[in-house]
């Protein structure tokens, strides 16, 4: 079965430093990535995505990840956080077998001025 | 464009009643999917339409049930509500993608801000 892991329950960083972001995943066929933002009281936002291609993937607010096929992974990141990125961070998985979105349990990210 | 909008934003509600949550996906998706969040559960996939047909399920009592209009627009349906139905319920739009996995089709969901429930 498809799933996708989150394994930090929580993430501070400090306001500036880089943050990453951590999400591995199990498919049996090609895998389709995404990253979503959830901020208080608000739906998710859609962040990015990997469907083919590049490994790098470029996003909103000056977010990207990095596709790792070898390591079943689709980290985010970013070069510098802002205190504004602080919220709840969502991974899913499209399930190209039961054409269902899977979502892991969900990061929170919490920078720090 | 306008984004996905849910109504009521706000809703509460007794043990045994029941409720309808609305949803309108933005203009030209056609695919409408509902997602309960929980604390406890994170995200649960209820169901999702397309073109007025459910087109896929999640394991969720047949309590909760959905429909979708013409229009695309959808309804989402909890009959004998309980304790544990207090939830955040989402809906998200999708452009049409295309099940033969060609380019070109578009996979991200837009996400409503949701109609928070409590059932007392």
């Known amino acids: 079965a498809q799933s996708v892991a989150q394994p930090e329950d929580q993430v501070n960083v400090a306001e500036g430093n880089p943050l990453t972001v951590k999400c591995t995943y199990s498919?049996?066929?090609?895998?389709?990535l995404f990253w979503y933002v959830q901020y208080p009281n608000r739906g998710l936002q859609f962040l990015l995505k990997?469907?083919?291609?590049?490994?790098l993937v470029k996003g909103s607010y000056g977010f990207e990840a990095e596709f790792n096929k070898s390591q079943t992974s689709f980290h985010l990141k970013k070069p510098s956080a802002l205190v504004s990125d602080s919220a709840l961070y969502f991974c899913?998985?499209?399930?190209?077998?039961?054409?269902?979105?899977?979502f892991g349990t969900g990061t929170r990210l919490k920078v720090l001025a | 464009k306008a984004g996905v909008t849910q109504t009521p934003r706000y809703l509460i509600k007794t043990r045994g009643q029941q409720v309808t949550l609305s949803c309108s996906p933005i203009?030209?998706?056609?695919?409408v999917s509902w997602y309960q969040q929980t604390p406890g559960q994170g995200l649960q996939f209820l169901f999702e339409y397309f073109s007025e047909t459910q087109r896929n399920k999640g394991n969720f009592p047949g309590r909760f049930s959905g429909r979708q209009f013409s229009n695309s627009r959808s309804e989402m349906n909890v009959s004998t509500l309980e304790l544990g139905d207090s939830a955040l319920y989402l809906c998200a739009s999708s452009a049409d993608r295309d099940r033969g996995l060609v380019s070109g089709g578009s996979y991200e969901q837009y996400f409503g801000p949701g109609t928070r429930l409590t059932v007392t």
């Open positions: 990997y469907i083919t291609g590049d490994n």
């Open positions: 498919v049996s066929g090609n895998p389709y």
């Open positions: 203009s030209g998706h056609r695919s």
């Open positions: 899913a998985v499209f399930d190209s077998g039961t054409y269902k979105y899977i």
